[in-house]
């Protein structure tokens, strides 16, 4: 029911820029808490920034300065800014609903590199 299409992602090298594009069906990002999440090879999923219904965002620490999430109400898509990007950001990166219980979509991928 919930589709997630994640795209945006590319090569880029260090200190370049990104946008990443969630686009959502199925559910109404503006009312819900939406969150960004990342996995890069032999790690684990985390958590890099959400925004509430009201607009309230917040970040790993990690990205704290450089990464802003914002959404597209008429859209139905939620975005993730990256500026300042480093090599340790290289990851496939995924959009879903704060603790949500259901299936993740393929994910954009994100390798910064020289």
């Known amino acids: 029911q919930v589709q997630l299409v994640e795209s945006g992602g590319g090569l880029v090298q260090p200190g370049g820029s990104l946008r990443l594009s969630c686009a959502a069906s199925?559910?109404?990002?503006?009312?819900?808490?939406m969150a960004w999440y990342r996995q890069a090879p032999g790690k684990q999923r985390e958590w890099v920034a959400r925004?509430?219904?009201?607009?309230?965002?917040y970040y790993t620490e990690s990205v704290k300065g450089r990464f802003t999430i914002s959404r597209d109400n008429a859209k139905n898509t939620v975005y993730l800014q990256m500026n300042g990007l480093k090599p340790e950001d290289t990851a496939v990166y995924y959009c879903?609903?704060?603790?949500?219980?259901?299936?993740w979509g393929q994910g954009t991928q994100v390798t910064v590199s020289s």
């Open positions: 879903h609903p704060w603790g949500a219980i259901g299936s």
């Open positions: 199925g559910i109404i990002v503006s009312s819900i808490t």
């Open positions: 925004i509430g219904s009201g607009g309230s965002t």
